[in-house]
C-alpha cells in the first residue's frame, strides 16, 4: 500500500495533522518528497502504543527524510507535517509539502 499526500500549509500554521489507522500489522513508513519546494517538518508517532516520534526536519546537520514505525492491527497513528523556513523557523510560510506514506504487513 502506497499513498502520495500533499500538506498544504497556511502561513503561521502549527502544521498539518494525517491520521493513518492500521488495519493489520506492519511497518508505516513516511517519506518527505525530494521535489518539496519548501523546507519541511515531520514527526510521525503510533498514539495507540504510546510511541511519540522525534521532530525532523529539512533543515540542520542531521536530516532524516523518512521513518518507519512498527504498528498492531487498529494501531492509530498520526503524521504532523509543516513548512519551516530556515530563517524563522517559529513561523511555518505558505506553502505545500509532498510526502508519501507506505505500509508493508507483517506475519
Given at each position: 500500500e502506497f499513498n502520495n499526500y500533499t500538506a498544504t500549509v497556511k502561513e503561521g500554521s502549527q502544521g498539518y495533522y494525517y491520521?493513518?489507522?492500521a488495519t493489520e500489522a506492519g511497518i508505516i513508513t513516511v517519506a518527505m518528497a525530494d521535489e518539496n519546494a519548501f523546507g519541511w517538518q515531520y514527526v510521525v508517532s503510533n498514539q495507540t502504543a504510546g510511541i511519540y516520534g522525534e521532530m525532523h526536519t529539512s533543515i540542520g546537520e542531521n536530516v532524516i527524510s523518512s521513518e518507519s514505525i512498527t504498528v498492531a492491527a487498529g494501531d492509530v497513528v498520526t503524521i504532523l507535517v509543516n513548512t519551516i523556513n530556515p530563517e524563522d523557523t517559529w513561523n511555518a510560510?505558505?506553502?505545500?509539502v509532498n510526502w508519501t506514506l507506505s505500509f508493508?504487513?507483517?506475519e
Open positions: 491520521t493513518y489507522t510560510p505558505a506553502g505545500s508493508e504487513a507483517v
